[in-house]
Structure formats: structure tokens, C-alpha cells
């Protein structure tokens, strides 16, 4: 599956302050922007719209960005912890060695997105619509991903430990670069899902069978 990586112009525009930015622009598209090690921690940016700008090393631990959109946009190495994102839309994203613990991205749309070496523990990804979504040695322990359409979303070499797929399709799903110890998911989930013979045994505890 092919993702289409951001569309950002060869030349961006340094801002220094994010948070003015989005005080004087909060009806407006925040557009063609570099942001370097920004502090926004506890930012309220609800509604905003963010297009082709690139973000590297900036901190929007507990931040609020609910229904908001971000086209061509990407994230190195951004601290996300506990923000809120939900229902955003997401469209041609990366997400790069980004913290994204706790993050709320419920009732989000990702289309061609990738997340790539990022650690999201406990995040809620639920109620999300997912076309061309790659999670790629992403740590998703304990996290949340029910409700969802997953035919068009890839796990590559992720941890999903105890990971929640309730009601979220697995079929056609290829899981075998992925450590699923303890998923939680019930055998509707997992009927078509692409695992090895290891995990395989792993799962036979969703049949109540014990294995001598």
C-alpha cells in the first residue's frame, strides 16, 4: 500500500510564535510555516486549519485541537501527549518519532497518514476512519482502536500489546511483524487477520483452550 507523503513547498516560512499566530488567525488557513521547538503546552486551537507547514521538536502536551484539519503537514519529534484531537481530519500526514501517549484522536479521518517510530501508549484512536494508514514501528500498548474500518490501515514491527480492537474488522489485516501479546479483541474481530503460527497460539486463548 502506497501512502502519499506531505506536499510541502521547497521553502517554508519560519514563525516564532504559534500561539499569536493562531490568535490573530483562528478563522483562517495557517498555511506554507516552519515551526522549530515551540512550547504550547495547554494551547487551546479548536476550529484551525493548517496547511503545508512542517513542525520539528515542538511540545503540545495537553493542547486542544478538536475538529480541526492539517493537509501536507508534518510532525517531527513533537511531544502530543494527552492532547486532544479528536474528530480532526488528517490528510496527507506524517508523523515522525512524535510522542503521542494518551492522545485523543477519537472520531478522527486519516487519509494518507503515517505514523513512523512514534511511541503512543494508551492513545485513543477509536471511532476513526482509516483510508491508506500506516503505523510503522509505532509502540500502540494499552491503546484504543475500536470501532474502526482497518481495511486500508497496515501495522508494520508495532507493539500492540493489549491493544483494543473491539468491533474494528481485522480481516485482511497482516499482523505478523507485530507483537500482539494479550490483544484484546474478540474472535469477530480476528477472523481474517493475517498472523504466525506463534501468535497463532497465542490467540487460542479467545477459544478458552489451554495448550499443555
Known amino acids: 500500500m502506497k501512502i502519499t507523503q506531505p506536499r510541502l513547498p521547497k521553502v517554508l516560512h519560519p514563525c516564532d510564535n504559534l500561539s499569536s499566530l493562531i490568535e490573530n488567525k483562528l478563522d ?3 498555511e506554507e510555516s516552519l ?3 515551540q512550547e504550547l503546552c495547554g494551547l487551546s486551537g479548536k476550529h484551525l486549519s493548517f496547511q503545508s507547514c512542517r513542525f520539528e521538536g515542538c511540545l503540545f502536551r495537553e493542547s486542544d485541537f478538536h475538529k480541526s484539519s492539517f ?4 510532525f517531527v519529534n513533537c511531544d502530543f501527549s494527552n492532547t486532544k484531537l479528536q474528530e480532526c481530519n488528517f490528510w496527507g500526514m506524517s508523523f515522525i518519532d512524535c510522542k503521542l501517549a494518551g492522545t485523543n484522536f477519537s472520531g478522527a479521518a486519516f487519509t494518507h497518514v503515517s505514523f513512523q517510530r512514534c511511541s503512543a501508549p494508551y492513545a485513543l484512536l477509536s471511532d ?5 494508514v500506516q503505523f510503522s514501528e509505532t509502540d500502540l500498548r494499552s491503546s484504543v482502536i475500536d470501532h474502526c474500518r482497518l481495511e486500508f490501515a497496515v501495522f508494520e514491527n508495532c ?3 493489549e491493544a483494543e480492537f473491539y468491533q474494528s474488522k481485522l480481516k485482511g489485516v497482516d499482523l505478523t511483524t507485530c507483537n500482539i501479546t494479550a490483544i484484546r479483541l474478540s474472535l469477530a474481530e480476528l477472523q481474517g487477520a493475517v498472523v504466525t503460527a506463534i501468535q497463532a497460539l497465542e490467540l487460542t486463548r479467545l477459544l478458552g483452550v489451554i495448550i499443555k
Open 28 to 30: 483562517e488557513e495557517i
Open 35 to 37: 515551526f522549530v521547538h
Open 71 to 74: 493537509s501536507d503537514v508534518e
Open 128 to 132: 476513526c476512519k482509516y483510508n491508506h
Open 159 to 161: 507493539n500492540l500489546t
